[in-house]
């Protein structure tokens, strides 16, 4: 839904008509792009929110939730100086302009009651937030301007609400050159949005290639009842837009409530954020992981390439006895191998390597040398080769638990343990700055589900496994875990209630849901007690150990 000129212009218009006289509690700046006035009027509180991001930029009412930084921006602190305890006393438009001029009465000191002004920029990449004093001198900006005094953006188009007739809206249509009917109206008026028009034509069923002098009276007539409407006459209507559901801004019989349109905006661009960030966390989160196995895959790889090397090692001890039991029979090095009978395989001819450099007795003595060498290493890249199979298993239970998450907060556990465990250290001075280290403790989210009478809990990331198994969990409480893979605990919660096959067979079928086999035909899934289970000893998040369970196939 785009936030255009008409949409902007109603939610002033309610603004104007609700929260004029307003006393500035609190500024906050949850990010980098948000700045939130907390407003008291006449014992209600509102939050008034303005965003300047590329992609989601508006103002609007909000009763959404989020978390303030511990320590807030520059800008955010500029304008708590200036603005604490000031009131509101006009929102000002500029005709379809997506911009809006917020004047607040402040007392000073100095010069007693003085007026200051936010500037808000609804312009996509273009949008910032700009404070000035009643003279338009800027004090600060969101994002920098390059400009001492503030001026309104020069545009050359034409304003909606200047036209005072169908003839001149037409007028103004002939003399731009596009073809097609939305490229005509984007281009001539301000405010105007894709998706606004989109809307209108396939309310109308009008053509954007082929139209007639009819519709665009009907668009004519449609956007000044949309502009002149009651706003209690308007609401949001959902269409589809190509392959995607849209809002666009309606006119309708039905009356509307008070600030409907604010929380309406609010609502939707709260959820569209919500689901931006979580897949770009999601996101970036398996882009590390993904990255962490591959060099784990690549160090399995070396060490494969070291053990075949180590599986060779009778053979170069071979290579030295046979050269040793045989120096009286080599007299002249004049070629790079040697040809002896071989008395471990019924004296059958062996092929051995020389370095014509060396005498055969120093030939041997470096057979000898790397058999020893690695006779030492096997022992240690096996140790090496078990230590990487678990990193791998670890990475692949991560990657998994990404699968799974549902919210934001799940990511953030994640995140936490991906900071804690696979990132550099560089990375985890980043990370750190952005986790908040509240949600490291064990007030985890743990899914709860009612089955027959019986609780049970699943966790949803190895952290919360952890905690679940280990912590939560009561000693006489079933465990129930698909065998060999990735996926999530399930604990089934005793509470003194005798077990039976069938709750058996609903929580094994939970753990094959939460898993990376929730597709296959026919799963393994080991169960036991919690006094079985122990953490395993490579001290992972949620690697665990048990010898006492039975099976049951899903």
């Given amino acids: 839904m785009a936030f255009d000129g008409f949409v902007m212009n109603n939610i002033i218009k309610e603004l104007n008509t609700s929260i004029l006289d307003s006393k500035v509690n609190k500024i906050f700046s949850p990010t980098k792009n948000d700045i939130i006035f907390n407003l008291y009027n006449c014992g209600n509180t509102f939050n008034l929110l303005i965003n300047a991001s590329a992609e989601n930029c508006r103002i609007c009412l909000s009763n959404s939730t989020k978390k303030n930084p511990t320590t807030p921006s520059n800008f955010c602190m500029l304008l708590r100086k200036h603005l604490t305890g000031s009131r509101i006393i006009a929102f000002n438009t500029f005709g379809l302009e997506r911009v809006v001029e917020i004047l607040f009465e402040c007392y000073s000191d100095s010069t007693g009651i003085v007026t200051k002004k936010i500037v808000a920029e609804i312009m996509n990449r273009y949008s910032n937030i700009i404070l000035t004093d009643f003279d338009n001198s800027i004090i600060g900006s969101l994002k920098y301007t390059g400009k001492s005094i503030y001026t309104l953006p020069i545009s050359n188009k034409y304003d909606f609400l200047d036209v005072s007739s169908f003839d001149e809206f037409f007028e103004i249509l002939s003399k731009n050159s596009s073809s097609d009917l939305i490229s005509k109206i984007l281009n001539s008026f301000n405010g105007t949005s894709k998706s606004l028009i989109f809307y209108i034509l396939e309310k109308y069923n009008i053509d954007s290639n082929n139209f007639s002098k009819e519709d665009l009276l009907s668009v004519y007539e449609y956007l000044k009842k949309l502009s002149t409407s009651d706003l209690f006459n308007l609401d949001f209507e959902k269409f589809n837009l190509g392959k995607k559901e849209d809002f666009s801004l309606d006119i309708t019989d039905i009356k509307t409530q008070p600030l409907s349109l604010n929380y309406f905006i609010d609502s939707f661009y709260f959820e569209k954020e919500n689901s931006e960030n979580f897949f770009n966390k999601k996101y970036s989160l398996e882009k590390i992981i993904n990255t962490n196995l591959k060099k784990c895959n690549k160090k399995l790889e070396n060490i494969e390439n070291k053990l075949e090397d180590c599986n060779n090692m009778d053979t170069y001890k071979i290579y030295g006895e046979l050269l040793n039991s045989n120096l009286y029979k080599i007299s002249d090095l004049r070629s790079n191998f040697v040809e002896l009978e071989n008395y471990y395989e019924n004296n059958n001819l062996i092929k051995i390597p020389l370095d014509i450099s060396i005498t055969v007795k120093k030939n041997a003595e470096k057979y000898f040398k790397k058999y020893r060498k690695l006779k030492n290493a096997s022992k240690i890249i096996i140790d090496q080769k078990n230590d990487a199979l678990k990193e791998h298993s670890y990475l692949e239970a991560i990657l998994f638990s990404t699968t799974i998450a549902k919210t934001l907060d799940d990511l953030s556990e994640i995140e936490s343990e991906i900071s804690d465990s696979l990132c550099s250290k560089s990375q985890k001075k980043k990370n750190n700055k952005k986790i908040n280290k509240k949600n490291s403790t064990n007030s985890f989210n743990l899914e709860k589900l009612e089955i027959d009478g019986y609780t049970i809990f699943i966790g949803k990331n190895n952290r919360q496994n952890e905690y ?69 000893p490579s001290g992972k998040p949620g690697m665990v150990i048990y010898s006492t369970y039975k099976t049951i196939i899903i």
Avoid: M
Wanted: glycine share 2%.
């Fill in 468 to 536: 679940l198994t280990l912590k939560f969990a009561s000693r006489a409480d079933f465990w129930f875990h698909v065998q060999g893979l990735p996926g999530s605990h399930i604990v089934l919660k005793t509470n003194n209630l005798e077990i039976n096959d069938d709750i058996i067979y609903k929580c094994a079928s939970l753990a094959k849901q939460f898993s990376k086999a929730s597709d296959s035909l026919h799963v393994s899934v080991d169960y036991t007690q919690i006094k079985n289970i122990r953490k395993s």
